[in-house]
């Protein structure tokens, strides 16, 4: 199948899947444990409904919004996605070009296979950086300095990797970057030629931003061994502030999926927050991110901008979460499956698709700007977000209190005594008035 002849973001899986090695291909398509959460995240969205709207005038329609204060064309963000470059050799170039092209901004993962200044050399406008928080904070706040040298805008700080979930495609495939040269590998690899040949044109085959900026890892053997015992559980509420200061500037915290936890990341004074589960990457049995963003939104949404990924695979999933009150959001596989469909033109024809289908669908449904999609499009609005849908009852209007009177001016003394003498006159008027008639006596 040829680009110009894929209709959805599904079309591009199934290319990609043909393309790409089985482990990484898995590592993209697949979640914790049993997937329930990796499942449920594509399920939540089918079982929202929109209002159908007709006879309204839907022309010069606009997706384009705003995410942190930076112009978008339509309301999403590629999302950090680690080993990228192991979708696509050069995979994170490949996909921050296309990003750039479309007007959307591109996050390169902290386990990314380009380094930040690769990336940064082959793009001409600021990305975002993606920060992992490690055991070694000096590599932590090394890895910050050369976000801000790279000229990055944004830092997405991820908070649900303290540990590393099992996954059982992983486990079983052996993943690592580059493949382990087992048999089972070298006999995929061998159905996989233009992958090959395209990762025999590149020095990009590690984790760039660690491989040589830590001490002691300078190959994949010292990569492993570093890798698994640096996620850092000791990451809190204190670990976040120490990152904000060092980071002084726009802040993203990825990774809430909680009321309680929204809450404390809104006071923290981040500029956003995004609802995530990792794409069931991490606890699954987790909520579907569309189905906490409601309660999240209607706690804190006045207070932080709110995005959300996870479970996006149409631009009728985008529209269906700005209704739901996110200000934008981000997509993950949806993106790298175009990835490994085509590469660069896979990206920007994944992109092309959620703007084409985000179009459609605010059209139909009578609405022609973004910004002004709302809990009105959907045909039952969330009991949670009901206090928000329904508008406030007006208060009564109250009677104006009346002006205490004035104190009378005292009155010369023959004005008081007239006025008594027509006092005495009207009350014995008025005693006359209310007198009853005499009865008559019976007989």
Known sequence: MTLDKVTDIYDLQKIARRRVPRMFYDYADSGAWTESTYRDNTDAFEKIKLRQRVARNIDNRSVSTTMIGHDVSIPTALAPVGMTGMQHPDGEIHAARAAEKFGVPFTLSTMS??????????????????????RDRGFAADLIGRAKAAGCSALVLTLDLQILAQRHKD???????????TIANLINLAFKPAWCLGMLQTQNRSFGNIVGHVKGVEDMSSLGDWTNSQFDPTLDWESVEWIKKHWDGKLILKGVNDVEDAKIAAKLGADAIIVSNHGGRQLDGAAATIDMLPPIVDAVGDQIEI????????????????????????????????????????????????????????ALAGETDINEVGYQNLLTPPATA??????????????????????????????????????????KRTTARRKPASKKTES
């Not at 486990?171 to 040269?181: E, F, I, Q, R, T």
């Open 307 to 362: 995005h959300l990924d996870s479970g996006i695979r149409s631009g009728q999933d985008i529209f269906k979460a700005i209704a739901l009150g996110a200000k934008s959001t981000f997509i993950g596989r949806a993106f790298v499956y175009g990835l490994g469909a085509a590469g660069e033109a896979g990206v920007t024809k994944a992109l092309q698709l959620l703007k084409k289908e985000l179009d459609l669908t605010m």
């Open 113 to 134: 296979i380009c380094s930040i200044e690769e990336v940064a050399k082959a793009t001409s406008k600021p990305f975002w950086f993606q920060l992992y928080v490690m």
């Open 386 to 427: 009901r206090k928000v849908f329904v508008p406030k009852a007006k208060p009564e209007a109250k009677a104006p209190a009346k002006p205490r009177a004035k104190p009378a001016a005292a009155k010369p003394a023959a004005a008081k005594s007239k006025t008594a003498a027509a006092a005495k006159t009207t009350a």
């Open 171 to 181: 486990v079983k495939n052996g993943l690592s970057a580059p493949p382990k040269p």
